[in-house]
């Protein structure tokens, strides 16, 4: 499902070269919940970053769903993330001017699909979320868990393949957490959706399939 | 997806109302001041009525006499020393100059003789303008601006009748005392523009003009047709019928079929002109007929400059230039204020485009916002500029000139916002829809 091949990435300034991934190779089947894990600058998110196609390696290659992602413009790779990859952030990255279910309707809303598809679509990924009685409410009048959930209807709205999740229990509290937690593992369970997720949190690695860690851009386990 | 683009932006320009006034003050008043100077320009120069035919009109307002004498020169290209003596290597240039040139309208036999027959035209308007009559009734005096036409005069200018007709061929030949007036004329001897007014009497000097019709006054003035009383040529003081001489107090205008045709006839004149038999003329010995478009005619009328081409660079060339200064200051800043606006919403742009949108999508998102900007900041631009030209027009304040709000001057303005719109916001939109995912949402 993923596969990543001799990976490096490297940060240049005009004097300075900083490599934030070296060499790195990874294979996350399809229906995986796979933790990463390192300390912070370790490369964590860039490494995700790069699997969700918003950054480009400096060498080696990325492929998702069987394609190999090179020589794709930014129409095509836009395309493919919008069918293939739902994002989860750590600061929830909602748009504070829109509603709710504005929100959730985002990816629909580059996929061309109609009005009255598009809010069915979101009003049943906030009910997946447990927050269909927030539908109309603005993000800034919801607390933290509650941001995270749309932020996962968000993702999940249009049923992609691929969920990448950075650091998404992060900023909330550990009852929290295990909720946003149960979610996730809830969605990958039922419908198999494979889930990168990058954690500071040992406890909520040790609920997915698999953990790697990073060290200095460089896999150690 | 334009309706999410449009709510979000009426929530953006909520959300910041300071922002918003300041754009918006900026955007309404450049594009008043825009519509204002579109309106005036309409007014001047659009094909309104009496100008419909605008294009396919030539002015010949007037002649010039010139005198033109040899002009020997002799210029020294180089001077040798031969045996002690200079010599000169010289050459002579044997020229003509003009010496003195007399111009102005042009006399009645003249423009009768040589204009009326032109072959490249349908009709020519020829007129005496800027005659005051005094016009009487019931012990009060009225000071009226006299036009004498002949009836082709009618059909050049298109005048908007709102009773009534226009003089006819008859008119002339028997030089009838009728009048064509003035909305303005009529309510002012009259007291009301109606249907009443046709038939009944005016004394303007020592005679009687019986109304024929009434227009409504043009939207400009232009020595053309700023009269506000027009009568019969023929009824004009007989003796300035008889002059012979070249120059007089007539003015023409010659309309052809259509506007490719003008440049013939110009050449025609041109030819006349050239090949004028000026023996008559005791001291002149060169004829010029001053021949040009409606807005060349305008140029040349306004910068006093012969050549129509030279006068129209004169004129357009410093408008164009201040004008595209004038909208250039507050794009500049519209620009500024955007780029901040958009670089707000970075992590909105990073956001949309980690789930699906492409640059195209950001691009279009952003200028479509500022599109919503400029068309409010346009509307509250256009209702000023509508204020303003109601009290300009209402008190004359720009002398005989009204400005107008036509269909045509809307669709000129709605352009104007368009391009404010669209230059305004695509450089911040395009310098955003190329941002990296990963630097917007680090």
């Given at each position: 499902?993923?596969?990543?091949?001799?990976?490096?990435?490297?940060?240049?300034?005009?004097?300075?070269?900083?490599?934030?991934?070296?060499?790195?190779?990874?294979?996350?089947?399809?229906?995986?919940?796979?933790?990463i894990m390192g300390p912070s600058g370790c490369g964590k998110s860039t490494l995700l970053n790069i699997m969700g196609l918003i950054d480009e390696p400096t060498e080696g290659t990325v492929s998702l769903a069987g394609k190999t992602i090179t020589g794709h413009n930014g129409r095509q790779i836009a395309k493919f993330r919008n069918e293939q990859l739902g994002f989860i952030f750590q600061s929830f990255h909602l748009i504070n001017d829109l509603t709710?279910?504005?929100?959730?309707?985002?990816?629909?809303?580059?996929?061309?699909?109609?009005?009255?598809?598009?809010?069915?679509?979101?009003?049943?990924?906030?009910?997946?979320?447990?927050?269909?009685?927030?539908?109309?409410?603005?993000?800034?009048?919801?607390?933290?868990?509650?941001?995270?959930?749309?932020?996962?209807?968000?993702?999940?709205?249009?049923?992609?393949?691929?969920?990448?999740?950075?650091?998404?229990?992060?900023?909330?509290?550990?009852?929290?957490?295990?909720?946003?937690?149960?979610?996730?593992?809830?969605?990958?369970?039922?419908?198999?959706?494979?889930?990168?997720?990058?954690?500071?949190?040992?406890?909520?690695?040790?609920?997915?399939?698999?953990?790697?860690?990073?060290?200095?851009?460089?896999?150690?386990? | 997806?334009?309706?999410?683009?449009?709510?979000?932006?009426?929530?953006?320009?909520?959300?910041?109302?300071?922002?918003?006034?300041?754009?918006?003050?900026?955007?309404?008043?450049?594009?008043?001041?825009?519509?204002?100077?579109?309106?005036?320009?309409?007014?001047?120069?659009?094909?309104?009525?009496?100008?419909?035919?605008?294009?396919?009109?030539?002015?010949?307002?007037?002649?010039?006499?010139?005198?033109?004498?040899?002009?020997?020169?002799?210029?020294?290209?180089?001077?040798?020393?031969?045996?002690?003596?200079?010599?000169?290597?010289?050459?002579?240039?044997?020229?003509?100059?003009?010496?003195?040139?007399?111009?102005?309208?042009?006399?009645?036999?003249?423009?009768?003789?040589?204009?009326?027959?032109?072959?490249?035209?349908?009709?020519?308007?020829?007129?005496?303008?800027?005659?005051?009559?005094?016009?009487?009734?019931?012990?009060?005096?009225?000071?009226?601006?006299?036009?004498?036409?002949?009836?082709?005069?009618?059909?050049?200018?298109?005048?908007?009748?709102?009773?009534?007709?226009?003089?006819?061929?008859?008119?002339?030949?028997?030089?009838?005392?009728?009048?064509?007036?003035?909305?303005?004329?009529?309510?002012?001897?009259?007291?009301?523009?109606?249907?009443?007014?046709?038939?009944?009497?005016m004394l303007l000097g020592e005679e009687t003009f019986r109304v024929r019709g009434i227009v409504s006054r043009p939207l400009s003035d232009s020595p053309f047709f700023s009269g506000d009383i027009y009568l019969p040529i023929t009824t004009i003081d007989p003796r300035r019928l008889e002059d012979d001489a070249i120059g007089g107090g007539f003015g023409a205008v010659c309309l052809v079929s259509s506007p490719g045709k003008r440049e013939a006839l110009?050449?025609?004149?041109?030819?006349?002109?050239?090949?004028?038999?000026?023996?008559?003329?005791?001291?002149?010995?060169?004829?010029?007929?001053?021949?040009?478009?409606?807005?060349?005619?305008?140029?040349?009328?306004?910068?006093?400059?012969?050549?129509?081409?030279?006068?129209?660079?004169?004129?357009?060339?410093?408008?164009?230039?201040?004008?595209?200064?004038?909208?250039?200051?507050?794009?500049?800043?519209?620009?500024?204020?955007?780029?901040?606006?958009?670089?707000?919403?970075?992590?909105?742009?990073?956001?949309?485009?980690?789930?699906?949108?492409?640059?195209?999508?950001?691009?279009?998102?952003?200028?479509?916002?500022?599109?919503?900007?400029?068309?409010?900041?346009?509307?509250?631009?256009?209702?000023?500029?509508?204020?303003?030209?109601?009290?300009?027009?209402?008190?004359?304040?720009?002398?005989?000139?009204?400005?107008?709000?036509?269909?045509?001057?809307?669709?000129?303005?709605?352009?104007?916002?368009?391009?404010?719109?669209?230059?305004?916001?695509?450089?911040?939109?395009?310098?955003?829809?190329?941002?990296?995912?990963?630097?917007?949402?680090?």
């Amino acid at each position: 499902m993923i596969e990543l091949t001799n990976v490096s990435k490297a940060y240049r300034t005009a004097t300075i070269e900083t490599l934030a991934l070296q060499n790195l190779t990874l294979t996350v089947p399809a229906g995986e919940f796979l933790s990463i894990m390192g300390p912070s600058g370790c490369g964590k998110s860039t490494l995700l970053n790069i699997m969700g196609l918003i950054d480009e390696p400096t060498e080696g290659t990325v492929s998702l769903a069987g394609k190999t992602i090179t020589g794709h413009n930014g129409r095509q790779i836009a395309k493919f993330r919008n069918e293939q990859l739902g994002f989860i952030f750590q600061s929830f990255h909602l748009i504070n001017d829109l509603t709710v279910v504005d929100n959730v309707e985002l990816p629909l809303l580059y996929r061309k699909v109609g009005t009255r598809e598009r809010r069915r679509l979101s009003l049943e990924a906030l009910a997946r979320v447990g927050l269909s009685n927030r539908a109309e409410h603005f993000p800034n009048q919801l607390s933290g868990g509650q941001k995270q959930r749309v932020a996962i209807a968000r993702a999940i709205v249009g049923k992609p393949n691929i969920i990448l999740a950075d650091e998404p229990t992060g900023n909330l509290d550990s009852h929290m957490g295990d909720e946003i937690m149960g979610i996730l593992t809830k969605l990958n369970e039922e419908l198999g959706t494979t889930i990168v997720m990058v954690t500071h949190d040992e406890r909520m690695a040790k609920k997915t399939h698999r953990l790697i860690r990073l060290s200095d851009g460089e896999r150690v386990s | 997806m334009f309706k999410n683009y449009l709510l979000l932006s009426l929530k953006v320009l909520k959300r910041k109302p300071l922002y918003t006034f300041i754009s918006l003050f900026g955007i309404s008043f450049t594009l008043m001041i825009l519509m204002l100077l579109t309106s005036l320009f309409d007014a001047t120069l659009g094909a309104n009525k009496p100008l419909t035919h605008r294009d396919r009109m030539v002015m010949v307002p007037m002649a010039e006499r010139i005198r033109m004498e040899p002009d020997t020169t002799r210029k020294i290209d180089s001077i040798v020393m031969d045996d002690e003596q200079m010599r000169y290597d010289t050459t002579l240039n044997i020229a003509e100059e003009q010496v003195s040139n007399s111009n102005g309208p042009m006399g009645y036999k003249f423009v009768n003789k040589y204009l009326l027959p032109l072959e490249g035209a349908q009709h020519v308007a020829l007129f005496s303008k800027g005659n005051n009559v005094d016009g009487y009734l019931d012990g009060r005096k009225f000071s009226f601006n006299s036009y004498y036409v002949n009836d082709q005069y009618w059909d050049v200018f298109d005048f908007d009748f709102l009773h009534g007709g226009c003089l006819n061929v008859e008119d002339d030949k028997q030089a009838n005392k009728v009048a064509v007036i003035t909305d303005k004329s009529a309510m002012t001897y009259f007291g009301k523009v109606s249907k009443d007014v046709i038939g009944q009497e005016m004394l303007l000097g020592e005679e009687t003009f019986r109304v024929r019709g009434i227009v409504s006054r043009p939207l400009s003035d232009s020595p053309f047709f700023s009269g506000d009383i027009y009568l019969p040529i023929t009824t004009i003081d007989p003796r300035r019928l008889e002059d012979d001489a070249i120059g007089g107090g007539f003015g023409a205008v010659c309309l052809v079929s259509s506007p490719g045709k003008r440049e013939a006839l110009k050449n025609e004149i041109n030819f006349l002109a050239e090949n004028f038999d000026m023996s008559a003329d005791d001291f002149n010995n060169k004829l010029k007929i001053f021949n040009a478009s409606f807005v060349e005619g305008y140029a040349q009328g306004i910068l006093q400059e012969e050549d129509p081409g030279k006068a129209m660079r004169m004129m357009f060339i410093p408008i164009i230039g201040l004008l595209l200064l004038f909208v250039a200051l507050p794009l500049i800043n519209l620009v500024n204020l955007n780029i901040s606006r958009v670089y707000e919403r970075k992590e909105e742009i990073g956001v949309r485009k980690a789930f699906g949108a492409n640059a195209g999508d950001i691009l279009t998102q952003f200028v479509f916002e500022n599109m919503v900007l400029t068309l409010i900041g346009g509307l509250v631009g256009m209702l000023l500029a509508i204020s303003l030209i109601n009290y300009i027009n209402a008190n004359d304040l720009l002398g005989l000139t009204r400005l107008s709000y036509s269909v045509r001057v809307f669709l000129y303005f709605f352009l104007v916002i368009v391009v404010f719109g669209f230059l305004s916001g695509i450089l911040p939109a395009y310098r955003m829809s190329r941002t990296k995912v990963a630097d917007s949402l680090r």
